[in-house]
């Protein structure tokens, strides 16, 4: 592995001697290193068995929000995709930091700030990953549709496929899927959202700034990626009273929060199995009954 990171370092450009190469915590799906040449410290992911443009997608998440300038991302240097045998590498500025009494605060500010970043259509121009599985996308003129087709039936078809779809949880599924224009405005405003915005997806960089990683980006109703965040745990208080001194929620945003939860749900059903069954069937019971 470490002939692998050192060749894509020389192909970035940074052809300088290699100090240290050691493994870090970097999430489930890839191997992550921390990296250091003579030149600067490094932030690497590597893995072999993911689409061929998983990184590229991952690079061009992080440019996107990047040039909202809103929010921090980590800067992205390079990215090889994964071919005949070799893994594919993603490297990206190394980050380090601890928080500080307003990064939360901070942070709840660059979100909204994301989410006025706004388009005239809703999805996105690729496709995306939420982990390994793809996310077609395209561009869209009915967010309604958008999220009904391009995110929640997917779902169900894969949970289908899995096993994870009962014959009463199908039923309310496809209810659900032909009643959702009873609670989902089909024309929100357009916002850029992270698409993956749960606990482990930001940190605190230097001066306790904060910076967005991981993103699965998208173009899309800003309530969608606020409920995300109130799931398993949510975020502190204080980040959602700087968000709203930014970006107010709309009155509908409670009636539906477990209809955006929903999607997320789903993806946890598919990966880790029945232990999200009871969740899923729970909003489902809610609205269909």
Sequence with gaps: MNDIIKQ????MGDSTTVAEIRPVTGGDI?????VRTEHQAYFVKTNDNVPSDFFRVEAEGLRVIQASNSIAVPGVYHYDEPKNGSPGTLILEWIEGKSKSDTVEQLGHGVAHMHLTQANQYG?????????????????EDWLRYYRDKRLLPQLE?????????????????????????????FPASSLL??????????????GKPYLIDPSVCYGDHCFELAFTELFGGFPPAFYESYKEVYPLPD???????LYQLFYLMVHLNF??????????RILDHYVG
């Design 158 to 186: 894969l949970a289908i496929e899995r096993g994870r779809m009962n014959d009463i949880r199908h039923s309310r599924m496809t209810k659900l899927l032909n009643r959702l224009d009873k609670w989902i405005d089909p």
């Design 124 to 140: 996105f121009g690729q496709s995306t990953f939420i982990g390994t599985l793809t996310q077609e996308n395209g561009w869209h």
């Design 194 to 207: 992270h698409g993956d915005l749960w606990g482990g997806n930001w940190m605190a960089g230097p001066g």
């Design 30 to 34: 890839n191997e992550a290193f921390f």
């Design 8 to 11: 894509s370092l020389k192909e």
């Design 272 to 281: 880790f199995g029945e232990s999200y069954g009871r969740p899923v069937d």
């Design 252 to 258: 509908s945003y409670e009636d539906t929060k477990a």
